[in-house]
């Protein structure tokens, strides 16, 4: 089984240059109406779809209100995503930070609202 998690979203090209250029995910299937992205390992992938396209039944209709959604990246070196991200002149939303469960890392912000959280994961202060 796998998950591929849908943003429906006016923003496709803002979208499409931010997770490409920013990130570094490519593009799996593009058309006018939806974009399909993947990491850059291809392990994962989510999507963003154009709201009230008349090809979509009416669940799929609706945009996202940029409230309620955010995405978990985990990185082997949070920090050095941290420096790449700062060199690119990104806006850091909540900066570099460990946390007591175990935790490092730091959120930005796509284009549309969505909180995207890069964490190195570590053992738990005991």
Request: hydrophobic share 40%; aromatic share 12%.
């Given at each position: 089984?796998?998950?591929?998690?849908g943003?429906?979203?006016?923003?496709?090209?803002?979208?499409?240059?931010?997770?490409t250029?920013?990130?570094g995910?490519?593009?799996?299937?593009?058309?006018?109406?939806?974009?399909?992205?993947?990491t850059?390992?291809?392990?994962?992938?989510?999507?963003f779809?154009k709201?009230?396209?008349?090809?979509?039944?009416?669940?799929?209709?609706?945009?996202?209100?940029?409230?309620?959604?955010?995405?978990?990246?985990e990185?082997?070196?949070?920090?050095?995503?941290?420096e790449?991200?700062?060199?690119?002149?990104?806006?850091?939303?909540?900066?570099?930070?460990?946390?007591?469960?175990?935790?490092r890392?730091?959120?930005?912000?796509?284009?549309?609202?969505?909180?995207?959280?890069?964490?190195?994961?570590?053992a738990?202060?005991?």
């Open positions: 089984m796998n998950l591929n998690a943003i429906i979203t006016e923003k496709l090209q803002e979208t499409k240059e931010f997770y250029h920013t990130l995910f490519g593009v799996t299937f593009e058309n006018d109406f939806y974009l399909l992205l993947h850059p390992d291809k392990s994962a992938e989510i999507s779809l709201p009230n396209h008349p090809s979509q039944q009416p669940i799929f209709q609706s945009p996202f209100n940029g409230k309620g959604v955010y995405l978990t990246i990185v082997s070196d949070v920090d050095a995503i941290y790449q991200l700062k060199n690119k002149d990104i806006a850091i939303e909540v900066a570099m930070r460990d946390e007591d469960w175990g935790d890392h730091f959120v930005i912000v796509d284009p549309n609202g969505i909180g995207i959280d890069f964490v190195t994961y570590t738990p202060d005991e």
